[in-house]
């Protein structure tokens, strides 16, 4: 757990605005705009621009509050691994203590801003996403057990349905598949970074899987995530929200990444070190753009259905 006494304690050096703004992770918070935006977007009920603008704004707040619970509370492991030493809490830009109370107040502020702007459901959901993420993944999974990244990927995966309950106030195949879409994505996308971040977990004795496990047991997971990932990209494609474009998107995306996942698995560790994990930071590259095509695809197609084109 993190030393919350010394960080409350600890006096911000020359705090600015982007030290405060860094807490809210904003790569991660892209990531849930994004997705809880296509969400919204492709739902079968539309939404008022001003509404769904607003209701983006609070899923966006309410992502980057997790980000500061989870930076509040991992701040001890932060300082001990180089990717994210120079963060603000480890850094001494901003307090632990700074980082919980606006963590705890961006938490308050999404969720009751999201049920008055749209619905109490969609606002429910939104906290239940960040406790989610504040303390079943950051203070429990992701220090006991290497299954942290699977089970712990369902907070990234809720925000497309998120936005799907602002048009709509509930739950439904589509937004389903949407959430295992990006909750399968999780483990290979992240293992295939572990794969050449791996002294940084060990140093800070967090149980990932290359940790717990080994490379090679985990190239072997990175393989069977990538074959496991296929059909749920294709089964959305045989939804509503489906069509010819997202379809032939889809196909492309999981030949070319399930294809990564096997030049992984089969590389030698004594490769992999030879050419500097150049396979396993391509896969990881590719992984970001996985994501993005395919939601961007179900953008593309629900636009091209609007207009009564490209459907099945």
């Given at each position: 757990m993190s030393d919350f006494t010394a960080n409350s304690d600890a006096t911000p050096q020359e705090a600015r605005f982007g030290d405060y703004f860094a807490l809210l992770k904003p790569r991660v918070m892209s990531l849930v705009v994004f997705t809880a935006f296509v969400g919204l977007m492709v739902a079968p009920a539309g939404v008022p621009p001003v509404e769904a603008f607003t209701a983006i704004l609070f899923i966006a707040l309410g992502g980057g509050a997790s980000g500061a619970l989870n930076m509040w509370y991992d701040s001890d492991i932060d300082r001990v691994m180089k990717r994210t030493a120079g963060r603000p809490i480890p850094s001494g830009r901003v307090s632990g203590g700074e980082a919980l109370s606006l963590g705890l107040w961006l938490s308050g502020i999404s969720v009751v801003m999201l049920g008055l702007a749209a619905n109490w459901f969609a606002a429910g959901f939104l906290a239940f996403t960040i406790?989610?993420?504040?303390?079943?993944?950051?203070?429990?999974?992701?220090?006991?057990?290497?299954?942290?990244?699977?089970?712990?990927?369902?907070?990234?995966?809720?925000?497309?349905?998120?936005?799907?309950?602002?048009?709509?106030?509930?739950?439904?195949?589509?937004?389903?598949?949407?959430?295992?879409?990006?909750?399968?994505?999780?483990?290979?996308?992240?293992?295939?970074?572990?794969l050449f971040m791996k002294s940084d977990y060990d140093e800070a004795k967090v149980p990932m899987l290359t940790v717990t496990h080994g490379r090679p047991h985990t190239r072997k997971m990175i393989f069977a995530y990538t074959i496991l990932l296929a059909p749920v990209a294709i089964a959305t494609g045989l939804t509503a929200i489906g069509g010819p474009v997202y379809m032939a998107a889809a196909v492309v995306l999981n030949v070319i990444f399930v294809k990564g996942g096997f030049d992984i698995w089969r590389r030698s560790e004594e490769q992999a070190v030879a050419d500097d994990y150049k396979t396993e930071k391509k896969v990881f590259r590719f992984s970001l753009l996985y994501l993005f095509l395919h939601f961007g695809a179900l953008l593309v197609q629900a636009g091209l259905g609007a207009y009564g084109l490209g459907g099945w």
């Open positions: 406790f989610f993420y504040a303390v079943i993944y950051t203070m429990w999974l992701k220090r006991w057990t290497p299954q942290n990244i699977v089970i712990g990927g369902a907070a990234g995966a809720f925000p497309p349905m998120i936005g799907w309950a602002v048009a709509t106030g509930g739950i439904s195949i589509e937004s389903v598949l949407m959430f295992a879409l990006v909750f399968m994505w999780t483990p290979p996308h992240f293992w295939a970074l572990a």
